[in-house]
């Protein structure tokens, strides 16, 4: 918005400009100042600019597979006190994100020729007495030997596993 006023102020004034954003004139005028005098900023704005660097540089150091967990424990051991949320809100502003290790679960594979099984409730899953209506459904839990697929019934009206 700031840079948007800038650029327009010369051909319609700032209040107008500001009145049409909805915005104060004292807001832009504001962050002017701030940007003139920075020792004006928010003191989280003044430890955001002393810790990007920080950041920055653990993550480079560490050949960028570093994330927000590893990056904020490094900076911890060398005695540089941040909390872990702040270390994710600048990884995230910076562009920065950790290797996922291991290989993605590919867990369905979509056949598009396959025809669709009919929706018989047409979508309105409610019934008026327990036994009435029953659904089913099927998903895939992970085990320490892999995954495995369960299925399970449920009845609308109770919503509990029937089997």
Same mark, same amino acid.
């Given at each position: 918005m700031t840079a948007f006023v800038g650029e327009h102020r010369q051909a319609y004034g700032v209040e107008p400009i500001c009145r049409i954003l909805q915005i104060a004139p004292s807001a832009y005028y504001e962050?002017?100042?701030?940007?003139?005098?920075?020792?004006?900023r928010s003191a989280q704005s003044k430890r955001d600019e002393v810790l990007r660097p920080e950041i920055l540089r653990?993550?480079?150091?560490?050949?960028?597979? *570093?994330?927000?967990?590893?990056?904020?424990? $490094?900076?911890?051991r060398e005695k540089i006190e941040v909390a872990r949320c702040t270390v994710a809100r600048l990884m995230r502003d910076?562009?920065? $994100?950790?290797?996922?290790r291991g290989k993605p679960k590919r867990t369905t594979i979509s056949d598009k020729s396959a025809?669709?099984?009919?929706?018989?409730?047409?979508?309105?899953?409610?019934a008026p007495a327990p036994n009435r209506l029953w659904v089913s459904d099927?998903? *895939?839990?992970?085990?320490?030997?892999?995954?495995? *697929?369960?299925?399970?019934?449920?009845?609308?009206?109770?919503? *509990?596993?029937?089997g």
């Open positions: 962050r002017l100042r701030k940007r003139r005098e920075p020792d004006r653990v993550f480079s150091e560490h050949f960028g597979v *570093y994330g927000v967990r590893k990056v904020w424990r $490094q900076l911890r910076l562009g920065l $994100q950790g290797v996922i025809p669709c099984p009919l929706d018989r409730v047409n979508r309105q899953f409610k099927f998903t *895939y839990v992970t085990t320490w030997a892999g995954f495995v *697929y369960v299925a399970f019934v449920i009845d609308v009206f109770a919503r *509990y596993i029937v």
